[in-house]
């Protein structure tokens, strides 16, 4: 039910999962407390099947990234822009709301550009240390820019930056609190992921490295989400190599694995080092290379400065680093110990909340 004194609150969440998950875990929070919300998504594949439990309004106006450099699909991509800002200003001048939430990504510029015009107030939030170009576009007039990493405010050229935290799927939260207990055969367990595409040179590193014999002796079980590649691959591998292993293509339930994992080779996209943080999980990062502004080398070096992980980059993950950092964690598991301890203390477990108080305190 929507109080009386509850506020009319936009939230654009538009694109990956990186910015619709918090968005959604934002908005969920601000519908709890009487408001009325609408989330503003961008006409992507895989944004309805994200927000498919959510309970409220929702509308969809269809948008694109920018595009480096120029020629006629970054022409395309500017009239995209222009029409999805147009359309998206008489959907907002008609609906009218109180303030707006934008999680970055290029599906802010136009639910922004539309406050602006119609003189609305604005939150910005930025998931990685280093911004995206929209919100650094964007930042000057927010009211305020909510940081899930407080190094990156020294980015911006905003009136006033806020560290809130990165806010968490509900059920990410629930399972790092009963975090399920170790098999019986107690088997360290390392989980292998690259994200949601999964990562073919991380992949074929981690199988030659594990080839080295000295790994027979060892007691140890891998998880490894390989994204689109083959599994019978992977899983003639690891039975020609006596290595206990489960082999995915993806996963829906990320929580489950991290949940029971020792240890996490994975990417460091925001999203990941935060869930890494939430579940006190210690890892090694290996940043995607390609990584607009070079953004997830800098959030796995905010985690190393911490002592939460340890970091190397693709150019100079080799065979023989690998034989010995898993050889190493295995056969020295309370190693990683204090990694896990300092990766908890990273993670702010009210960051939903922080973020809605923000939402709900700037509206005029």
Known sequence: MVKKNSLKIAVACGGTGGHIFPGLATANILKSRGHHVTLWLAGKDGERKAVEHWNGDLISIESEGFQ???????????????????????????????????????????????????????????????????????????????????????YLNAKKCEHTGMPLRNVLYEKSKNQSHKEKDNKFTILITGGSRGATSINQK???????????????????IIGNHSIDKYNDFYNQHNIHA????????????????????????????????????????????????????????????????DVISEKNLSKIFLENYLIDIISHPKKVTNKSDN??????????????????????
């Open 246 to 309: 489960e082999v995915y293509k993806f996963v829906h339930n990320i929580e489950d694995y991290f949940s029971t994992a020792d240890f996490v080779i994975s990417r460091s996209g925001a999203s990941t080092c935060f869930e890494l943080c939430i579940f006190g999980k210690p890892s090694l990062l290996i940043p995607y290379p390609f990584a607009v502004r070079d953004h997830q080398l800098k959030n796995a070096m905010v985690l190393h400065k911490y002592g939460a992980a």
């Open 206 to 224: 981690i199988i030659d490295a594990l080839k080295n014999n000295k790994f027979k002796s060892l007691d140890f079980k891998i998880i490894h």
């Open 68 to 154: 480096y450099g120029f020629s006629f699909k970054s022409f395309k991509t500017i009239l995209k822009i222009v029409v999805a800002t147009i359309k998206t200003f008489l959907e907002m001048k008609n609906r009218s709301p109180d303030v707006l939430l934008a999680m970055g990504s290029y599906a802010s510029i136009a639910p922004v550009l539309s406050c602006q015009l119609l003189k609305k107030p604005y939150i910005l939030h930025e998931a990685n240390v280093v911004p995206g170009r929209a919100v650094s576009f964007l930042s000057s007039k927010a009211e305020c820019v909510a940081l899930s990493f407080k190094e990156t405010e020294k």
């Open 343 to 364: 990766a908890k203390k990273l993670y702010q477990k009210n960051a939903a909340n922080e973020l809605a108080d923000l939402v709900e305190k700037y509206v005029k």
